[in-house]
């Protein structure tokens, strides 16, 4: 099935330092989502994006919707120990004019903040 | 907006054993809803989804099954537990109006034995 590559699979920083993490498919997405999973619990949402181009921040997180609407971008700003999880990335496929609202999940990125 | 109920959090059920997940959602109507299975931390894995009372579809071939009994009801089951099936089970709801977004429950840890 459709898969989303993610990168990097991990992450290990200083708090205070920048973070970057991308998605790419070889398919159109219509939307892209990005969430943040804390350990033992479901993930949250933290952006959506519905348009090629689109920039939309978040507190200190800003995400983008690449303009081929096969890629997306997930920065978060001068980072905390707070922003310790797990961070996915997730669209739906488009598929002939609609898209089943099924989301195709990237691997994740294991983002470590030390203090 | 929307909450996910999901129960019991936590799950420990010797093989062959039947198992009941239950989730609600409340704030919204008709929702898509589904189960999604999450191993070792990563990777989410879409298991079943359903556009309606009683209408399921099956993304894997496996040793569970969803029901719908109501709209905002959706029950993950199994009859005869395998140790494969342990792992971190997810609800999600897709709102009536919400675009493509997607909305996850708290989770439910099952650790077969």
């Known amino acids: 099935g459709q898969q989303l590559n993610q990168s990097p699979q991990s992450m290990f920083i200083q708090e205070g330092e920048d973070v970057s993490m991308n998605c790419t498919s070889s398919?159109?997405?219509?939307?892209w989502l990005w969430y943040k999973q804390d350990p033992g619990e479901g993930p949250v949402l933290l952006i959506a994006?519905?348009?090629?181009?689109e920039l939309t921040s978040n507190g200190r997180l800003t995400a983008q919707f690449g303009i081929t609407r096969k890629d997306s971008f997930l920065n978060i700003s001068a980072s905390i120990p707070s922003d310790v999880g797990i961070y996915f990335c997730?669209?739906?496929?488009?598929?002939?004019?609609?898209?089943?609202?099924?989301?195709?999940f990237g691997q994740g990125t294991i983002l470590t903040v030390h203090p | 907006s929307q909450t996910i109920h999901q129960w019991p959090a936590t799950l420990v059920q010797p093989v062959g054993s039947p198992l009941s997940l239950e989730c609600t959602v409340e704030?919204?109507?008709?929702?898509?809803l589904y189960w999604y299975r999450q191993a070792a931390g990563r990777g989410l894995q879409l298991l079943f989804y359903s556009v309606g009372i009683g209408q399921i579809s099956s993304e894997v071939p496996q040793n569970l099954s969803a029901s719908r009994p109501q709209d905002r009801q959706f029950i993950l089951s199994s009859k005869k537990l395998l140790l494969s099936d342990s792992g971190f089970y997810l609800c999600a709801c897709q709102p009536g109006l919400s675009g493509n977004t997607i909305y996850f429950g708290e989770g439910s840890w099952l650790t077969v034995v």
């Open positions: 994006l519905y348009k090629a181009g």
């Open positions: 997730a669209g739906p496929p488009f598929a002939g004019g609609t898209s089943y609202g099924k989301l195709t």
């Open positions: 704030g919204t109507s008709n929702p898509n």
């Open positions: 398919s159109i997405f219509n939307t």
